[in-house]
């Protein structure tokens, strides 16, 4: 057990502690930290860790707001060294009674997707990693051996490109139900999670439907044009069952020095058409 930046005691989040969360805040917000140097408020490029001051100042003004933190690896991986240092702090930080996601879509030969799953579990203790499940069982295994740890699967994606593959025909049903459905077989509820597009809006019931006792993480809302309520009417299950990630329409909110209590404004909205529906 180990202890965060905000004092709080490390360990691993079970679903009840993530339904817990969700009920005591009556929310189902995501804030994705997709941290961008070149979007984050000049004055803050004068800090030693402008990635980590930025975050920092975003955690603390959100945390109110959002049941998850999701960090997507890419934007911390492209600065390198220092980058992984900030994705370090980052973590470190976030209190540890919110669900954390590393959004790095891995997956590869068992013995690779190991290794993969120790970085992200161990390495660094997020709660969960997201996964594209294309090479299979064997890919997607290594990552659900860890107790209380969550591998998020690729469902069926928010970009345009998911139609090249996602929706084909298979036996007459699109890829992503047998993905869905053959993915769900290898693990639970308790440590298996879907991505679900928001734009995907002709889908999301059918894909509850199919899967009516998992999780999903569920992006796209904002900047790419899901809503909040779609999502809601077409997804929400008795445990809740989504979490909704808000990446750019949240930290991007402002840019300059007030930029802090522009995502604060922006989470709060989000958590208000949330609280509807909890
Ligand atoms: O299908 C997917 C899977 C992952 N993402 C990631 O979610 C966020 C969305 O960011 P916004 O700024 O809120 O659009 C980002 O990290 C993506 O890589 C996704 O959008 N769609």
């Known amino acids: 057990m180990e202890t965060s930046g905000n004092g709080v005691t490390c360990g691993d989040m079970k679903r009840a502690e993530i339904v817990s969360q969700i009920h005591q805040k009556k929310s189902v917000l995501c804030v994705g930290?997709?941290?961008?140097?070149?979007?984050?408020?000049?004055?803050?490029?004068q800090e030693e860790d402008p990635v980590f001051a930025f975050n920092k100042a975003i955690i603390d003004a959100t945390q109110e707001f959002a049941v998850s933190y999701k960090i997507n690896t890419a934007f911390y991986e492209a600065q390198g060294l220092k980058g992984w240092q900030s994705l370090e702090r980052t973590l470190a930080y976030i209190p540890r009674n919110i669900f954390t996601i590393a959004d790095a879509k891995r997956g590869d030969i068992g013995n690779t997707s190991t290794q993969y799953a120790k970085t992200f579990f161990e390495t660094y203790e997020f709660d969960s990693v997201t996964i594209a499940p294309y090479m299979g069982k064997d890919s997607v295994a290594p990552f659900l051996e860890f107790r209380d740890k969550w591998g998020i699967v690729l469902g069926i994606t928010s970009n345009e490109g998911s139609l090249d593959f996602q929706h084909l025909l298979v036996d007459g049903r699109p890829l992503y139900e047998h993905v869905l459905e053959r993915v769900a077989s290898w693990g639970t509820p308790e440590n298996i999670m879907f991505v679900v597009g928001a734009t995907r809006k002709e889908q999301l019931a059918h894909v509850r439907s199919l899967c009516p006792d998992h999780f999903f993480l569920i992006p796209g809302v904002g900047a790419?044009?899901?809503?909040?309520?779609?999502?809601?009417?077409?997804?929400?299950?008795?445990?809740?069952?989504?979490?909704?990630?808000?990446s750019r329409g949240v930290i991007y909110a402002g840019n300059d020095e007030h930029f802090a209590e522009a995502a604060a404004a922006a989470a709060r909205q989000y958590q208000k058409e949330m609280s509807v529906y909890l």
């Open 33 to 45: 930290l997709d941290t961008d140097l070149t979007k984050i408020p000049s004055h803050l490029l």
């Open 224 to 246: 790419q044009g899901g809503d909040v309520d779609t999502v809601c009417r077409n997804t929400l299950n008795s445990d809740a069952g989504v979490l909704i990630n808000v």
